[in-house]
C-alpha cells in the first residue's frame, strides 16, 4: 500500500505549553497570596481589587481554566496526531482556538478582580465570558472532530476516548450551568434559584472536576505515561471497563456536595452511592496506569519524568478514595465547609493535575527542541520539593479541620458553647501559615521547572515540524481478518462514541434534575418569604461582587450545635427568591443565614470599616471603598425587571416605583446610623449591604408553617 507523507505541526504544542507555565505561575502566586491573606489579612492592601473575595477566584480560574486548561490543550495537539497519523485538521481554527482562550483567561482575570462575578464557584465568569467559552469550545471541538474524521488509523487510542468524552460532557455542563438573564454588560443573574440552583451549580462544580480536571487529564495519562516508559498500557479490557463506567457514574455525584442541606433527601441519598460507586472505577484506572511500569521501577527509580507520573497518578488515586469517603454523611458532617475540603481538593489539583503536567512537559520539551533535558538533577529537585510542598500544604488543612470541628462541636457541663467562632479561627492561623509556606514551596519547584525547560529549549534547536509517512485509510470499511473485540466497533465510529458519551452523560443529569424543578413537593413553599426589596437586591450584588460567598455560608445544617451557633436551620423555601443561591462551600467565617437583625445597623457599619473593631483577632479584610462608592441606582429598574422574568413576585409595573422605595429604605438606615452618630450619606454602597444583611434569614420563624401544596 502507497505511503502518504504528512507533517506533525509542534508550534500549537509549544504555544500551549508555554501559556500553561505561564498560567500556572501567575495562578499559583495568586493562590500563595490567598493563603498568606487568611493568615495576615494586612495582605490584602486595603484595595478592592486585591481582597481574598476577589483573589480567590481569579486563583482557582487561572489554575483551572489557564494551568490546566492549556495544559489539556497542548496534550491534545500534541497527542491526537500521532495517534492518528495525520496532521490537526486546521491550523487556522488551532490559532483562534489558542488566541481566543488566552484573550478569554485575561478578560476573565480583569473581570473578577472589578467585582463582575455571577457567585457561582468555578462559574463566576459573566454572560459575555461565557459567550466567548461556548464559541471557542466549539471551535476546538471542530478541530478535533475534524482531526478525527480525516485520521489514516482505523482505530481510535483510549486517550482520544477520554478527549472525546470530555468534550462533549464539559459543553453540557458550561450550557446548563451558565442559563442565565443578562441585566446590563457585565451583570447577570442565574436563571435557576434556590435549591434548583444549588442543585446545578454542583451537578456542575462536581463534573468540572470530573471533566476538565480528570478525565482529559487520565488521557493525558494514557497517552503520555506509556511514552515515557516505553511500555503499553496495562490493559486494553480494563481501559474500556475505565471509561465507560466512569463517564456515567461521575454525573451523578454532584449532591454530595450538598449532604445536610435543604437539597431533597433522595438527591442527597443519590448522589451518595453514586459517590461510593465512583470509586470502583476511578482505582480501575490508577491501577492501569501503575501496572503500566511494571518491569520498569528500576528506571521509574532513575527518570524524575515517571517520578511525576507515578506521584500523580498516585494522587488521583487517593482523591478518588477521599471523595467516595467524604460523600457519607458521617464523614460529610465533618469535611463540609471546613479545610478538610481544601486538603482534598489540592490533593488532586497539586499532585494530580500539577505533577502529571510537570512531568508531560519534562518529557516533551526535550523532543519538541531535539535535545536532552538540561538537568535531570534539576528536575529531580524539583520533584522532591514539589512533593514537599504538596504535604506542608495538605497535613496543616486536615489537621485544622480536625481542630476546627472538635471545637465547633463542643459544649460545656450546662449546655452552651464552649468555644465562639472567634476562638476557632485563632486556633487555626498558624495551619494557614503552614499551609501558605508549603504552597510556596509547590511554587518555587515550578520556578526551577520554568529555568530548566528555558535552558533545555536554548541548549537545542525547536522543530517546527516532523516528517512522518502512512498509508490512507480505506474510504470503504474493510472486514478485519479476525474477530475483533466488541469494544472495537465504537472505536472505529468516532461519531457514535460521541453520541453515546453524550447519552450516558446525560442521564444522570436528567434523573436529578427533572424530579427536582417540576414536582413541587420537592421544594416546599413558605407563605411569609418575600423578595427582596430593591435596596437589599442592590445589597446583595455588592455581597456577592466582593466574594462573600468565598468565605461565609448561608446554610445552617440540623446538628445541635450549628443550630445553638447560628440559630433554625434552613429550609428549602426560604431561598426561592436567590438567583444565585448563596450556600457557600468553605466557612472561614460564620454562617450568615440569620445575621438579619442579630445585630443594630452600626455593628455592620463598623464591621466592614475596620472588622476587628467588632470581633477581634479577625482575619475579615477591611472595606473602605463601600463608605466611598455609591450605589448603582440606574441599573434597579433593569434588575426588578429581570427578577419578574424569572417568575419573583414583585408587583406589575413595579420597576416604576422601585428607586423611589430604594431611596427610602436607604434613608431610614442612614437616619438610624446618625442617631448612633455615625454620619454617611444614604447613595453609598455600605447602606445597601447593611440593608441586606438586615434582612438575611428574617423571613421566617420556628413557628412558620411549611406549604407542600
Known amino acids: 500500500m502507497e505511503l502518504q507523507k504528512f507533517q506533525y505541526d509542534n508550534k500549537l504544542p509549544k504555544m500551549f505549553a508555554v501559556a500553561c507555565i505561564f498560567w500556572g505561575v501567575i495562578g499559583m502566586l495568586a493562590g500563595v497570596l490567598a493563603a498568606f491573606q487568611l493568615a495576615f489579612p494586612i495582605l490584602n492592601f486595603n484595595t478592592e481589587f486585591t481582597t481574598f473575595g476577589r483573589v480567590r477566584p481569579i486563583h482557582t480560574n487561572a489554575v483551572i481554566f489557564a494551568f490546566v486548561g492549556n495544559g489539556i490543550f497542548t496534550a491534545v495537539y500534541y497527542s491526537i496526531p500521532r495517534l492518528l497519523k495525520t496532521p490537526m485538521w486546521s491550523n487556522l481554527l488551532g490559532k483562534i482556538h489558542f488566541w481566543g482562550w488566552q484573550l478569554i483567561i485575561v478578560a476573565a482575570a480583569l473581570t473578577l478582580a472589578l467585582g463582575f462575578t455571577s457567585g457561582k464557584e468555578y462559574a463566576e465568569l459573566e454572560w459575555p465570558i461565557d459567550i466567548a467559552i461556548t464559541l471557542i469550545w466549539v471551535v476546538f471541538g471542530i478541530n478535533m472532530f475534524g482531526t478525527i474524521l480525516t485520521r489514516r488509523e482505523r482505530h481510535l487510542y483510549v486517550a482520544i476516548w477520554f478527549f472525546i468524552g470530555s468534550w462533549v460532557t464539559v459543553a453540557l455542563l458550561h450550557i446548563v450551568n451558565s442559563f442565565e438573564i443578562p441585566v446590563s454588560f457585565m451583570k447577570s443573574y442565574s436563571w435557576y434559584a434556590g435549591v434548583q440552583d444549588a442543585l446545578v451549580q454542583w451537578w456542575y462544580g462536581h463534573n468540572a472536576v470530573a471533566f476538565f480536571l480528570t478525565t482529559p487529564y487520565l488521557g493525558?495519562?494514557?497517552?503520555?505515561?506509556?511514552?515515557?516508559?516505553?511500555?503499553?498500557?496495562?490493559?486494553?479490557?480494563?481501559?474500556?471497563?475505565?471509561?465507560?463506567?466512569?463517564?456515567?457514574?461521575?454525573?451523578?455525584?454532584?449532591?454530595?456536595?450538598?449532604?445536610?442541606?435543604?437539597?431533597?433527601?433522595?438527591?442527597?441519598?443519590?448522589?451518595?452511592?453514586?459517590?461510593?460507586?465512583?470509586?470502583?472505577?476511578?482505582?480501575?484506572g490508577m491501577l492501569n496506569g501503575l501496572f503500566t511500569l511494571r518491569g520498569a521501577w528500576d528506571k521509574v527509580r532513575v527518570d524524575p519524568i515517571l517520578k511525576f507520573f507515578v506521584v500523580a497518578v498516585t494522587c488521583y488515586g487517593m482523591s478518588t478514595f477521599e471523595g467516595p469517603m467524604m460523600s457519607l454523611k458521617n464523614v460529610n458532617a465533618i469535611s463540609h465547609y471546613s479545610d478538610w475540603t481544601v486538603a482534598h481538593v489540592h490533593i488532586g489539583a497539586l499532585g494530580w493535575n500539577g505533577f502529571m503536567t510537570f512531568g508531560m512537559l519534562y518529557w516533551l520539551f526535550p523532543k519538541m527542541y531535539n535535545t536532552k533535558l538540561y538537568s535531570t538533577k534539576l528536575a529531580a529537585k524539583h520533584f522532591w520539593i514539589g512533593t514537599l510542598?504538596?504535604?506542608?500544604?495538605?497535613?496543616?488543612?486536615?489537621?485544622?479541620?480536625?481542630?476546627?470541628?472538635?471545637?465547633?462541636?463542643?459544649?460545656?457541663?450546662?449546655?452552651?458553647?464552649?468555644?465562639?467562632?472567634?476562638?476557632?479561627?485563632?486556633?487555626?492561623?498558624?495551619?494557614?501559615?503552614?499551609?501558605?509556606?508549603?504552597?510556596?514551596?509547590?511554587?518555587?519547584?515550578?520556578?526551577?521547572?520554568?529555568?530548566?525547560?528555558?535552558?533545555?529549549?536554548?541548549?537545542?534547536?525547536?522543530?517546527?515540524?516532523?516528517?512522518?509517512?502512512?498509508?490512507?485509510?480505506?474510504?470503504?470499511?474493510?472486514?478485519?481478518?479476525?474477530?475483533?473485540?466488541?469494544?472495537?466497533?465504537?472505536?472505529?465510529?468516532?461519531?457514535?462514541?460521541?453520541v453515546l458519551s453524550l447519552i450516558v452523560v446525560g442521564i444522570g443529569g436528567l434523573v436529578e434534575m427533572v424530579p427536582t424543578f417540576l414536582v413541587k413537593t420537592n421544594i416546599p413553599t413558605i407563605k411569609s418569604v418575600k423578595p427582596y426589596t430593591p435596596l437589599e437586591l442592590q445589597g446583595r450584588d455588592i455581597y456577592i461582587s466582593e466574594g462573600c460567598y468565598n468565605c461565609h455560608s448561608q446554610m445552617i445544617r440540623p446538628f445541635r450545635y450549628e443550630v445553638a451557633r447560628y440559630g433554625e436551620y434552613s429550609k428549602a423555601g426560604e431561598f426561592v427568591y436567590d438567583h444565585p443561591f448563596q450556600w457557600g462551600s468553605k466557612r472561614t467565617g460564620p454562617d450568615l443565614a440569620r445575621i438579619g437583625g442579630k445585630y443594630p445597623d452600626s455593628w455592620h457599619f463598623n464591621h466592614m470599616l475596620e472588622p476587628t473593631s467588632m470581633a477581634p483577632g479577625s482575619i475579615m479584610p477591611k472595606y473602605p471603598w463601600l463608605f466611598e462608592k455609591e450605589i448603582p441606582v440606574g441599573t434597579t429598574n433593569s434588575k426588578i425587571h429581570a427578577m419578574r422574568k424569572m417568575g419573583v413576585p414583585y408587583a406589575d409595573g413595579y420597576e416604576a416605583k422601585a428607586v423611589d422605595d430604594l431611596k427610602a429604605q436607604a434613608g431610614e438606615i442612614a437616619t438610624r446610623l446618625k442617631k448612633e452618630k455615625i454620619e454617611i450619606d444614604s447613595n453609598k454602597q455600605i447602606i445597601a449591604l447593611i440593608a441586606y444583611l438586615q434582612r438575611v434569614g428574617k423571613d421566617i420563624k420556628v413557628s412558620d408553617k411549611v406549604e407542600t401544596e
Open 389 to 498: 510542598g504538596i504535604v506542608l500544604y495538605a497535613v496543616p488543612m486536615y489537621w485544622a479541620a480536625f481542630r476546627s470541628y472538635f471545637m465547633m462541636k463542643a459544649f460545656t457541663p450546662e449546655g452552651q458553647l464552649q468555644y465562639q467562632f472567634m476562638d476557632v479561627v485563632q486556633t487555626i492561623v498558624p495551619f494557614y501559615i503552614l499551609r501558605a509556606i508549603g504552597g510556596t514551596l509547590f511554587l518555587i519547584g515550578v520556578v526551577m521547572m520554568v529555568w530548566n525547560l528555558y535552558k533545555t529549549a536554548k541548549q537545542g534547536a525547536f522543530v517546527a515540524t516532523e516528517q512522518a509517512e502512512a498509508p490512507a485509510l480505506p474510504k470503504q470499511y474493510e472486514k478485519p481478518a479476525k474477530k475483533m473485540h466488541w469494544h472495537s466497533v465504537i472505536e472505529r465510529r468516532p461519531v457514535t462514541l460521541l
Open 220 to 284: 493525558m495519562m494514557y497517552y503520555f505515561l506509556p511514552k515515557a516508559a516505553n511500555r503499553p498500557i496495562y490493559s486494553y479490557k480494563l481501559s474500556i471497563v475505565h471509561f465507560w463506567s466512569l463517564i456515567f457514574l461521575y454525573i451523578w455525584a454532584g449532591p454530595h456536595h450538598l449532604l445536610y442541606t435543604a437539597l431533597p433527601d433522595w438527591a442527597q441519598s443519590l448522589g451518595t452511592v453514586f459517590s461510593i460507586m465512583l470509586l470502583l472505577p476511578s482505582w480501575g
